[in-house]
């Protein structure tokens, strides 16, 4: 048996692509937090290549201290998710002391049933608040990705998997939405640094404005781009260009061709109505097809 020393991962996360968002959200999070995490799109160029049923044995077994499984009923249909559990089930039934830490730790979307897995089995709902979290979004009623990352971590810390109390590094700045009003009267929707708010005021390009009180907005960090509700009529958006890396040297002019595509869509969204949460971001990227460059703008528009 693998000791703790040995092993690759602190976690390794078994999601179904349904969910994808948000578990990437976890893992950004959890990675932030210095955690170990196997999350397949951390390691898209070290699986390029692998046969994936034996790559996803050792990952979902010896390789990590624990399995942290998001249970929905996309997981338990589909066939990678399958071969996940049923790794993470065998090594726990050969590998773990009953009286020790638990080996597969559940999140669950929903009530649906886990081959193998007795439903006696304590499990977190991602559907329940805990006291200090939010939903996630409005229109799917679970909680917030960094609340379930964070109950994960202080699991993982309880069973000396990772240190307790890693802070979150490299988050960037929180910014909140708010809706403002000028000295003429004039309202619109800003992005504001959270610690620049003080009492109902904010500066933005030298100017004071004055907080509506009624809509005082949402909260969202720049590495966590999930939809944020304003108000009813406005939610927050990825605007994303892929387009395909053919060699090193053509990376400059694919990743200019890459920005101007991504502000022409944001331009598009702000003519009517929307406002941009941050700068374009360029990524290069592996994927099945080759590598590719990857822009990223998020903006909030009316729906």
Known sequence: MTTDAESRYDVALSFAGAQRVYVALVAERLR???????????YATAM??????????????????????FISADWVQKPYTTHERETAL????????????????????DDTPVPGLQPTVAYHDLRTLRPGELWWRLDRACKRPQDAADFLFQVLADHGHVPPRQEPTDVGVTVRFVWVSDREGQQSVEVVPADALEDGECE??????????EELGALVAPREPVPVFLRE??????????????????????????????????????????????PTFTRTLPTPHGLAVVGTCIVARLR
């Open 204 to 213: 933005i390009d030298g100017i004071r404005y004055l907080l509506v009180p």
């Open 233 to 278: 009529d406005y939610q927050a958006h990825r605007q994303e260009v892929v387009a395909p890396l053919p060699d090193s040297a053509a990376e400059t002019a694919v990743v200019d061709r890459v920005r101007t595509k991504v502000r022409q869509l944001v331009d598009l969204d702000i003519a009517r109505g929307a406002v941009p949460i941050g």
């Open 32 to 42: 932030s937090r210095g955690v170990r995490v196997f999350y397949d799109e951390f």
């Open 90 to 109: 065998a090594y726990a039934l050969l590998h773990t002391d009953r009286t020790a830490r638990p080996y597969l730790l559940p999140f669950r979307f």
């Open 48 to 69: 390029i290549g692998q046969e994936l049923i034996s790559y996803l044995q050792q990952v979902y077994s010896h390789q990590s201290k624990a399995v942290a499984a």
